[in-house]
Structure formats: structure tokens, C-alpha cells
Nanobody, 121 residues
Framework: QVHLVESGGGLVQAGGSLRLSCAAS????????MGWYRQAPGKQRELVAV???????NYADSVKGRFDVSRDNAENTVYLQMNSLKPEDPAVYYC???????????????WGQGTQVTVSS
């Protein structure tokens, strides 16, 4: 089985920082990309940032210049450094990975359980 486990969420003051982590474990051969999505109450889940195995990154316009996504390929881990947090940032943040467990399988998306980020003023 494949599991994605997020950590690092919590309460932070507006303008502060948080660092989220997501570790993929289980039977994994290749991870094409790992990234972060978020969902606030009453809103659709949206992409926040994604990092490919080749090192390219993509960010939502709302977080460009404030958030940084990075990967530790040896540990199958992706990080999201969140700086200058704003009132619109609170949400449940979900880790996502495009991976395959073996070379006979196709690449599929896997999701973590989510971690809550709350911003206070």
C-alpha cells in the first residue's frame, strides 16, 4: 500500500510562517510529482504548488512569492514553506503525489489525509 502523511499544520499569526511536510511510504517505484492542494469550507479544492521529479515547480497565483515547494527525493518527502501567511490562506492542506508502485502499474494520484492551517490576526 501507499500512504501519504502530512504534518506541520497549526495556528499561526498573520504574516507568520509554517512549514508543511508530507512523506510518502509503502510500495513505491517512481514518484513523478508531489504537491499540495488546499480546501477551505464552502470552496473547491485548489492546487497550491507542485514539484516534479525533474525539479520544475508550479504555483497558484495567490501564493507566488510567498510559498516555496521543495522535495527530498531520497526520503519521498515534499515540503511547503509558507511565508507571509494571509487571512485567505487558512484551509485544510492536502498532499498529493503522482506515483506508481512498480513498473507494471500506471502512474496514479494518491492523497494524504490533510492538515489544518489556521491564521489568526
Amino acid at each position: 500500500q501507499v500512504h501519504l502523511v502530512e504534518s506541520g499544520g497549526g495556528l499561526v499569526q498573520a504574516g507568520g510562517s509554517l512549514r508543511l511536510s508530507c512523506a510518502a511510504s509503502g510500495t513505491i517505484l517512481d514518484i513523478n510529482s508531489m504537491g499540495w492542494y488546499r480546501q477551505a469550507p464552502g470552496k473547491q479544492r485548489e492546487l497550491v504548488a507542485v514539484a516534479t521529479s525533474g525539479g520544475s515547480t508550479n504555483y497558484a497565483d495567490s501564493v507566488k512569492g510567498r510559498f516555496d515547494v521543495s522535495r527530498d527525493n531520497a526520503e519521498n518527502t515534499v515540503y511547503l514553506q509558507m511565508n507571509s501567511l494571509k487571512p485567505e490562506d487558512p484551509a485544510v492542506y492536502y498532499c498529493n503525489a503522482l506515483l506508481r508502485p512498480n513498473r507494471f502499474s500506471t502512474f496514479n494520484y494518491y492523497w494524504g489525509q490533510g492538515t489544518q492551517v489556521t491564521v489568526s490576526s
